[in-house]
């Protein structure tokens, strides 16, 4: 076996003209910059990566480093990432809090599904084309700062779904034979499986995710044919279900939540593609994240709304005394100790959704800026594990509440940023527009960015647009109470959306002919 070559020692006495000298040498060997760095920890880290721990982080990817090996990952990646079990959850709220009947859920799963995987395909095909993370993308509307406002709530949105992963993993796991496994450790043990794919980096990502959805798709279908054994009633949440402005109320505080489970990938979308190669075509990259992402989701959340309508009282009972995870063990109990073997498998299964979330949050927060983004992206994504690790044993008994107000409140800000990165892209970017591109180059010199004011500001009359149009168990925006009946109806991301979509295109214009940038 070959020595690891010894970066530190290489690198130590290397001294950059500026700042865009440093940048443009990070890039193209980004472990031999980070080894340099950290003094006698050199030769250790340069080892760690020669091992096959990934340096880069949000570093741009030089054109003569790209490789076209994984574009079919833009599928296969998001299949395994969402065929898993915690996307079963939010179609089990059409009826557990929502109370739709079985029809409307499918309808609102998949229409507003429709909306958020086209705005979360959009933003994947930027990846190919600039080489760069998703949260550096957005500097190029919104400013250095505004870049950073961006990947503080993509961290705290990246950890909110972490926490919710390893609390259904672990509730999963401690079902299988109750009173045997710890609820925490559960919590745990989901949380370091998470850890380590993450912490190799990406490749290792990919070469997880290629396969890992062979697996739970067949456990999806298995699910499908318990349930239909156990009996579905497409009817039995129709005397229940609202009616007139309440009904439609109902139907956009779930689309809500529909649209934030695709949406949500969004701000992640473009960190697992960009080493394709520039002329990847736009719009294989865009179809085949679209139905890596639509086709999957709706499969499954239309699985947990089918769930529901099962009346059998072991398995209303299932559900009241265990959450999701109960109802999920009840309908696998048939097959005796081969269920228990699936509903491990299925637990399990959350790692593949949860490894874009604890990966992109270290990326994100290395975003936040150059103080950050020195410090070695694996350490960033222990943290991270640490972080939604606790947070998951902290929240552990109120899942169902934590999952229906964050998917909510998350589509309110994913919404604003998919809007503005698009208008940045089709009207200021375009070829022959007032910018006529992206300048990579200024990926990471804060006087060659936009000063990113109209980025801001357009993101504040969107946080102000869902302000007025949300509607949650703690506030009710105005034009949400008009929206509805007696609990409002939530066009927080619909608003969110149209008040950014509105502002920025003008807001923009003036800042580039007052400042040319």
């Known amino acids: 076996m070959s020595a690891a070559p010894d970066y530190y020692t290489e690198d130590k006495e290397k001294a950059f003209s ?3 000298d440093e940048v443009a040498y990070a890039e193209a060997a980004p472990d031999r910059v980070i080894a340099s760095r950290f003094g006698t920890l050199g030769p250790l880290l340069s080892r760690l990566f020669a ?57 609102t799963i998949l229409c507003f599904g429709a909306l ?48 919710t992963a390893v609390i259904l993993g672990g509730q999963t796991l401690a079902n299988i034979n109750p009173g045997t496994l710890p609820l925490v450790v559960g919590i ?116 947990g709304a089918a769930l529901m309508t099962i009346t059998d009282p072991a398995y209303i009972n299932a559900f009241e005394d265990g959450s999701t995870g109960g109802l999920i063990a009840q309908v696998l109990s048939p097959w005796g100790h081969f269920g228990q073997f699936i509903l491990v498998l299925l637990a399990l299964s959350v790692i593949a959704n949860n490894i874009p979330n604890t990966y992109s949050t270290g990326l994100s927060i290395q975003a936040l800026g150059r103080p950050f983004a020195i410090i070695p992206r694996f350490f960033w994504v222990f943290i991270t594990f640490v972080v939604y690790t606790v947070a998951g044993v902290a929240g552990r008994e109120h899942f169902s509440a934590i999952l229906s107000n964050f998917l909510s409140i998350l589509s309110y800000w994913t919404a604003f940023f998919i809007v503005i990165v698009a208008e940045e892209h089709f009207i200021f970017r375009r070829k022959n527009g007032p910018l006529g591109g992206y300048n990579l180059d200024d990926y990471d010199t804060p006087s060659k960015l936009p000063l990113g004011i109209a980025g801001i500001l357009a993101m504040c009359f969107g946080i102000a647009g869902a302000v007025v149009g949300m509607s949650e168990v703690w506030y009710t925006g105005p034009l949400g109470k008009m ?31 007052l400042i040319g940038r």
């Open 18 to 20: 500026s700042v865009e």
């Open 188 to 303: 745990v043990i989901i949380g370091v499986c998470c850890l380590i794919p993450c912490f190799i980096g990406y490749n290792m990502i990919h070469v997880y995710e290629r396969y890992a959805w062979i697996v739970t798709s067949v456990i999806m279908l298995f699910l499908w044919g318990l349930g239909g054994k156990a009996g579905y009633d497409i009817n039995t949440q129709k005397p229940l279900e609202d009616t007139g402005r309440a009904l439609s109320a109902d139907i956009l505080s779930f689309g809500g939540i529909v649209f934030g489970s695709f949406s949500g990938w969004a701000p992640v979308a473009a960190d697992y593609n960009c080493r394709l190669p520039a002329d990847t075509p736009t719009m294989r990259v865009f179809l085949l994240t679209f139905f890596g992402l639509f086709i999957p989701i709706c499969f499954v959340e239309i699985l």
């Open 116 to 163: 958020g995987g086209i705005a979360t395909a959009f933003i994947a095909t930027l990846g190919p084309i600039t080489g760069l993370r998703t949260m550096i993308i957005t500097r190029f509307s919104s400013g250095y700062f505004g870049g950073t406002i961006y990947s503080v709530l993509n961290i705290l949105t990246q950890l909110g779904f972490s926490t």
């Open 51 to 107: 091992s096959g721990v990934e340096a880069r982080g949000v570093e741009r990817v030089p054109e003569n480093q790209r490789e076209s090996k994984n574009a079919w990952n833009n599928l296969l990646m998001w299949w395994s990432v969402n065929t898993v079990l915690t996307t079963i959850p939010v179609g089990v709220l059409a009826q557990s809090v929502y109370t739709l009947s079985f029809g409307n859920a499918v309808a």
């Open 483 to 513: 929206a509805g009946a007696a609990y409002g109806a939530d066009l927080g991301f619909e608003l969110a959306a149209a008040f950014s979509a509105v502002t920025y295109p003008p807001l923009r214009a003036l800042e580039i002919k």
